[in-house]
């Protein structure tokens, strides 16, 4: 469980426990009761937006830098600018050969080429389209050429299973919920004695 997830699960846990115990004293009228639970629900939902937003952000930043370790183009120590400059136009090229290619058949045939000849850019092209259409013995054969692809690959792969995961999404979804507006909330704002929230501040009228 990523750092913002847990935050999310312990702070909704907490304000909902406020809520509850709030709801709960005999000694409040039900417009207290309305305006306390407001104070503790606003300011929460907005930190559980926050910690989703981040959870998302770090999500993405981690397949991305996967994603680039098993796919993306390196450089030999001591290129120099234009050498970098080619790499990435070579890429580019490459990528663009590659998406164009009609079904997996044919993507293995490429391979089968690129490899032959040692065309680093294009089997690697071949392969990251191949992971994005789901071609999986293309991007197999590709992997199979070193333990170290093979590895950048299973991490990729079990990542993207983690994520994916249904139990994992269920989590998310419960831990950064946003807590409903209670009744007693709805009836002191119904009753004109809690205003929409506005800025920073929660305004009543005495």
Not at 147 to 167: F, H, K, T
């Given at each position: ?7 999310a ?8 426990a ?11 009228t ?10 503790i ?19 993405m930043?981690?397949?991305d ?7 993306g ?38 391979l ?8 680093k ?9 191949s ?38 999404r ?11 507006e ?22 009543t009228?005495?």
């Amino acid at each position: 469980m990523s750092d913002y997830l847990t935050r999310a699960s312990e702070l909704r846990a907490s304000a909902a426990a406020r809520i509850k115990e709030i709801q709960s004293d005999k000694d409040l009228t039900e417009t207290a009761k309305g305006k306390r639970n407001a104070e503790i629900r606003v300011p929460t939902n907005e930190k559980l937006t926050a910690y989703k937003n981040k959870h998302e952000a770090e999500k993405m930043e981690t397949r991305d830098k996967l994603h680039r370790q098993l796919f993306g183009i390196g450089h030999r120590f001591g290129a120099t600018e234009a050498d970098i400059q080619a790499a990435k136009l070579n890429y580019r090229d490459a990528l663009f050969r590659a998406d164009s290619i009609a079904d997996e058949n044919a993507a293995l045939r490429l391979l089968g080429r690129a490899q032959m000849t040692g065309d680093k850019e294009l089997a690697k092209a071949i392969a990251a389209v191949s992971y994005e259409k789901g071609w999986n013995r293309a991007l197999n054969d590709y992997a199979g050429q070193s333990e170290a692809i093979q590895s950048n690959l299973q991490e990729l792969l079990d990542y993207e299973r983690r994520v994916g995961n249904a139990q994992d999404r269920m989590t998310e979804s419960m831990s950064f919920t946003q807590i409903p507006e209670t009744p007693e909330e709805q009836k002191a704002r119904m009753s004109g004695t809690l205003e929409p929230r506005t800025g920073a501040q929660i305004i009543t009228r005495l």
